[in-house]
């Protein structure tokens, strides 16, 4: 018999039903809409400012949100504070993702190995893993940003480093799920090395969890960067970096001068939730 | 006359995918008596489940009815408010679904679970306890009080099954709807748990809705059957009429796939439907089978064939006239290849063993296992789960080592044991086609990306020439080149075994291990995959070693056979030999524990429990705690009987002489 048909769906049907998907789901399209402000923020920061966020003017200091021209009013020095929240976008949305990526990374590297070599390389780096999990996020970004440098590249080094054993728990889960099949085994008898079994045959099946476990350490990179800018680390003083302002402007809330620190960290948190706005969606609609 | 156990009147039911409505039941018409059992027939996706489902009106969220009506015990299930249905369900009907072991709690022992199902009638708790043990006596299981205290997962398969027939027949149901209850037990589980699901029958009184895919389970269990096809009963009627003399196109052509009477690859080649079943949902005005019958003409195209009656039974073709007149399709006559057993084996295992360590425990799961496979031959690997089949695919295979190395040999040349390890033409002389195609392949790989790899990898072929090599692998598992581009998901189950069977053959490999490979596929499917794996044999003088639990299968491609129990070899002998007897008491067994379509089953010889544990098995000879045909004293359980020859050059493991192993009752 040579019985020959196209049968449906096609892989293209498949990733148009994905998308279909996402694209009703409410969650997805309101994180995204924040996200994609944020990210024009960064990118043409002069089309969203209203003012240059370092020019100061010592005769309109303290004013008031929706006065003299500025939306959310000016800090202490004068300078306009909408303006300087859109600016202050751009250090934690670069060094953020940069230190996620960096995580992720090395998170599917660890996460593949353990999963698929198993026996005692799973057992001594899962202990490792525990102990580094362990560890309090900030104080080992403290200790490295004291001892290393105090630099951008230190604190992407640092970030991705703390998470990459979390990624690598994630992942690990899901390449013991994968490796009892068959054809990983079906790898195995051309004797294919296990280097192209981990990442050519296993790693496609498991991009899954991977994304969702991406935009969740996303979101907490945010976060950790913005402790570490508060307690002043990653950024100069006078820089727009929301932790940053949220800092240096925390003195003015005992004057009732209260919005130069709320909105950079309404800012951050606009950017959090969207994170995880979009981390939910991916999470209902990635099939595992 | 009473009112039917369950009746549906012209049910048309959709499933609502993305915004389409996808018609998936077409006016089915059917009606069980009380008492009577009735089994639905059809490939994958005929609707048979959701048929079943209907019944209890039990659907998924986008399950629209469209028109007709379903009355159970005289009740509108249809108009139903959710109480009622509830009520219904716990008091009129119970299901029985394929997988006992996801039907149980794994958390809660046997017996609350069980008392469960009294208590929900209004029993009190003693009064419950009581009728739980009396159900587990009915439904034969020895012990109850030992049952009522384990976690399901401490049970065997066939108990658990027991176990949740005997929660279904708690509330003395009107009907019983059984949705493949025994497809993932052994040949001999399964034949005892038909047995006691008829001897309840006949108790109870209860109707029973049968759906299998196991056209022999149907017969052996059926009063009536329905044959379901793109969602429309096609034909009705009584079981062993319908099953001697289909009247349908359509059943005709279900009942030529499965190799019958003992046919033989060298014999006959086996038919199969050509093309597919519609798509569900698919636009169907006439005929729903017209576009793969056999005696289709103008009328089918433009009349929608109404029900023709005679007798009992009713076929919905118009030209039933013609059906009994269907010739075989004009199959190629096998080609009887002759094995020539004089030069050396291709394959040969010496006295291979293979312990598993298991918290502290040593698993014998091969114990001197000898056998040799020799050029263009299939060696048929049978017995019940646990006998050490896939075991053995895998320590040839190089999964596992066994545990004396240099036991196997493969062209005489000692086998390194992992696969890791063996150099290139070792690796590319044994592969394995695997039973399930969608786990087989990878899900993320074009066929293309599949092929060509294995193409580079085993056949050592550079990447420059890849490309015409890809074509002619392809047409040898009768794809075509549009299949190289997708992906796994875009196949049906049958394309998808062609791939994973192209996959194996790409490195001109001179041992194919066949681990079930036709099992998860329909039987129209199932013969074009033999049909294949014969040929390719034909051409290639490739040896298989074949392990199917479906014997008529195994009888038809293999060669010689090998009867594994509990890790050992009790027989292996030629296949016509090995089935038509004189056999081992336990090959007797299995061989009647399989329910056959022709209907003419042999005396069934039941087997005692369950195959006992490879962590301390019995002493003597393994099977004499099962055998039916222990001697009398005590040899057969103290001295293990040897592997003796026998004319035919096979091997036997029994006390009893060949010449008194004549099938039982001859």
């Not at chain 2, 009581?130 to 009080?145: C, G, S, W």
């Not at chain 2, 052509?253 to 190799?259: A, E, F, K, V, W």
């Not at chain 2, 320590?395 to 000692?414: F, K, N, R, S």
Request: hydrophobic share 45%.
């Amino acid at each position: 018999m040579t019985a020959v048909e196209i049968q449906t769906p096609g892989a293209k049907a498949v990733r148009r039903e994905f998308w279909s998907q996402l694209l009703r789901s409410k969650t997805f399209i309101v994180g995204m809409a924040i996200l994609a402000f944020w990210v024009l923020c960064v990118v043409f920061p002069d089309l969203v400012a209203t003012h240059d966020p370092t020019a100061q003017d010592p005769l309109a200091k303290w004013v008031r949100p929706f006065n003299d021209g500025h939306l959310f009013g000016t800090d202490r020095f004068g300078r306009d504070v909408f303006s300087r929240a859109i600016y202050g976008a751009r250090e934690i949305l670069i060094v953020a993702p940069a230190a996620t990526v960096l995580g992720t990374g090395l998170g599917v590297i660890l996460g593949l190995t353990m999963g698929y070599l198993g026996g005692i390389v799973d057992d001594v780096v899962s202990r490792l893993i525990e102990a580094l999990i362990s560890l309090p996020v900030i104080l080992v970004a403290l200790l490295a940003l004291t001892s290393l440098s105090a630099g951008r590249l230190t604190i992407i080094g640092v970030i991705g480093f703390l998470f990459a054993p979390l990624v690598a728990r994630t992942v690990r889960a899901a390449v013991l799920e994968e490796r009892n099949l068959e054809y990983v085994r079906a790898a195995e008898l051309r004797s294919e090395n296990a280097f192209y079994v981990m990442f050519i045959e296993i790693l496609p099946n498991v991009f899954g969890p991977i994304i969702v476990e991406f935009t969740v350490r996303l979101g907490y990179a945010v976060f950790t960067m913005a402790g570490l800018a508060f307690i002043g680390f990653g950024s100069q003083p006078g820089s727009p970096d929301w932790g940053r302002t949220i800092f240096d402007e925390r003195i003015s809330l005992l004057s009732d001068v209260w919005w130069p620190s709320l909105v950079p960290a309404l800012a951050l948190a606009s950017l959090v939730v969207a994170i995880n706005l979009v981390a939910d969606a991916l999470e209902g609609v990635i099939d595992r | 006359m009473s009112e039917p156990a369950l009746a549906v009147d012209d049910l048309r039911l959709a499933y609502v995918v993305r915004g389409r409505s996808l018609e998936v039941l077409r006016d089915v018409s059917l009606r069980i008596e009380p008492g009577e059992s009735y089994g639905l027939v059809g490939e994958s996706g005929c609707g048979k489940s959701t048929a079943a489902y209907a019944a209890i009106r039990y659907l998924p969220p986008n399950a629209r009815i469209l028109g007709g009506s379903v009355r159970l015990a005289g009740r509108d299930v249809l108009a139903m408010g959710t109480a009622d249905l509830r009520h219904l369900r716990a008091e009129t009907v119970s299901m029985v679904y394929q997988d006992p072991g996801q039907a149980l709690n794994p958390t809660i022992k046997v017996g609350p679970q069980l008392i469960e199902a009294f208590t929900v009638l209004g029993l009190q708790p003693d009064e419950a306890a009581h009728r739980a043990r009396d159900t587990l006596a009915k439904v034969q299981i020895a012990d109850p009080e030992l049952v009522l205290n384990r976690y399901p997962h401490q049970l065997s398969g066939g108990m658990q099954q027991r176990v949740v027939i005997a929660m279904a027949l708690a509330c003395d149901p009107t009907l019983l709807i059984l949705d493949e209850p025994t497809t993932g037990l052994d040949a001999t589980v399964e034949a005892e748990v038909l047995q006691l699901v008829r001897d309840l029958r006949i108790e109870y009184g209860t109707a029973v809705l049968f759906i299998s895919h196991d056209l022999g389970a149907i017969r052996s269990m059926c009063d009536r059957v329905g044959v379901l096809y793109a969602g429309k009963l096609v034909e009705e009627g009584p079981a062993d009429e319908v099953f001697d003399e289909p009247a349908h196109p359509y059943s005709v052509g279900l009942l030529r796939c499965l190799p019958r009477h003992g046919s033989r690859k060298g014999a006959q080649r086996l038919e199969s439907i050509p093309g597919f079943l519609p798509e569900p949902g698919a636009d169907l005005p006439t005929c729903v089978f017209v576009d793969r019958c056999p005696l289709v003409d103008d009328v089918c195209r433009t009349e929608v064939p109404e029900w023709t009656m005679f007798d009992d039974r009713s076929v919905r073709c118009h030209h039933v006239d013609k059906v009994p007149a269907i010739v075989h399709a004009e199959l190629p006559a096998g080609v009887e290849v002759v094995i020539d057993r004089s030069t050396p084996p291709v394959l040969e295992l010496k006295s291979v063993s293979k312990t598993f360590h298991q918290h502290g425990k040593k698993v014998q799961a091969l114990r001197d296992v000898s056998l040799s496979l020799y050029a263009g031959e299939t060696v048929g690997l049978v017995g019940e789960s646990g006998s050490g089949k896939t075991t053995l695919a895998h320590t040839v295979l190089g999964l596992h080592p066994p545990d004396e190395p240099d036991t196997i040999y493969c062209d005489g040349q000692p086998l390194v044991a992992t696969a890791r390890r063996r150099a290139d033409d070792q690796v590319r002389a044994i592969q394995i086609v695997f039973q399930n195609p969608d786990s087989a392949l990878n899900r993320r790989h074009s066929v293309r990306r599949i092929m060509s790899r294995t193409l580079r990898k085993l056949a050592g072929i550079p990447r420059s020439e890849v490309e015409p090599k890809l074509r002619d692998v392809v047409s040898s598992v009768r794809l075509t080149e549009q299949h190289l581009d997708m992906r796994p998901s875009q196949l049906s189950g049958g394309l998808k075994q062609r791939v994973a069977i192209g996959r194996a053959f790409a490195g001109e490999p001179r041992i194919v291990v066949c681990d079930e490979p036709t099992s998860a596929l329909d039987v129209s499917v199932q013969a074009a995959i033999l049909n294949l794996l014969a040929d390719l044999q034909r051409e290639e003088a490739t040896s298989y070693l074949f392990i199917s639990h479906d014997l008529r299968v195994v009888r038809y491609l293999s060669d010689r056979i090998a009867v594994l129990y509990l890790g050992r070899i009790m027989e292996l002998g030629p296949a016509e030999r090995v089935f038509d007897g004189p056999h081992h008491p336990y090959t007797e067994a299995l061989l009647s524990a399989a329910p056959s379509v022709e209907g003419n089953s042999r005396p069934r010889i039941s087997l005692e429990g369950e195959i006992p544990s490879a962590v301390n098995p019995p002493s003597g000879c393994v099977f004499h705690t099962r055998c039916p045909r222990r001697l009398d004293g005590d040899m057969c359980s103290t001295i293990e009987p040897p592997l003796t020859p026998t004319p035919d050059g096979g091997v036997i493991r029994c006390h009893i002489p060949f010449d008194q192993l004549s099938r039982a009752g001859e």
